[in-house]
């Protein structure tokens, strides 16, 4: 099976702290992504990649921060987290190729930002 | 942009019967995937179904089916024989067939009553 791993579940940061997220995956996935999952407004993409060091905006990357320095491994990153950054942050990944490839979920990480 | 909407925040259905979950979405392309997701109260986000857009048959999986019309635009999701393990927030998924950006719906919460 494919295993996307998040190395937190509870994070609790303070105003101004960076923070990172870090997001692993074991099957050789050239295509992974950072969501962010609040209520009512379901999944919004913050930042992609499709291979190693590169990286494409979502829809709302204002505030965040990505690195892609092996294909494995996916961080985001919070250079000053603020109380609206406060939420459920989802990392995925997929195969490349065809577009029917489905996106593979970590169990998420919950930051609350104080 | 494609957007995807999920009118119906919340569902609840009797266990062993049958439920339908809407979704719509808006987009100018012809090539596309659509998807089913499932996020039970553990956070992990699983696949339920997919389907091609250039398919016309539905999609099933077991006790899950959809019914894909794609001139209105419409994808919803039919569970039957709804179990307790059912419940979950579901979210409606579109994928173009051209790149990795994929658009979620605001999410169904689904509670099965016994």
């Known amino acids: 099976d494919v295993k996307v791993t998040q190395s937190s579940r509870y994070l609790v940061k303070r105003t101004g702290e960076k923070v990172f997220l870090e997001c692993v995956q074991d099957m050789d996935h050239e295509n992974m992504f950072w969501y962010r999952q609040d209520p009512g407004l379901g999944l919004r993409l913050i930042y992609f990649s499709y291979d190693v060091k590169m990286k494409e905006k979502g829809d709302i990357p204002e505030g965040y921060s990505v690195s892609r320095e092996k294909k494995e491994r996916f961080s985001l990153i919070l250079e000053s987290a603020s109380t609206n950054q406060t939420s459920m942050y989802l990392c995925?990944?997929?195969?490349?190729?065809?577009?029917?490839?489905?996106?593979?979920f970590g169990a998420g990480s919950r930051l609350t930002v104080l | 942009a494609q957007t995807v909407t999920q009118s119906q925040p919340e569902m609840s259905v009797q266990e062993a019967e049958t439920v339908t979950l809407s979704c719509t979405y808006d987009?100018?392309?012809?090539?596309?995937?659509l998807f089913w997701y499932k996020q039970p109260p553990s956070r992990q986000m699983i696949l339920v179904i997919r389907?091609?857009?250039?398919?016309?048959q539905n999609a099933t999986e077991n006790r899950f089916s959809v019914n894909f019309q794609k001139a209105a635009k419409s994808f919803s999701l039919k569970i039957s024989d709804s179990q307790l393990g059912d419940a979950a927030m579901y979210f409606c998924?579109?994928?173009?067939?051209?790149?990795?950006?994929?658009?979620f719906g605001a999410g169904t919460r689904l509670t099965v009553k016994p």
């Open positions: 987009t100018s392309e012809s090539d596309y995937y």
């Open positions: 389907q091609e857009a250039y398919k016309q």
């Open positions: 998924a579109y994928r173009s067939a051209w790149n990795n950006d994929m658009r």
């Open positions: 995925a990944s997929s195969g490349g190729g065809s577009g029917a490839n489905v996106l593979t």
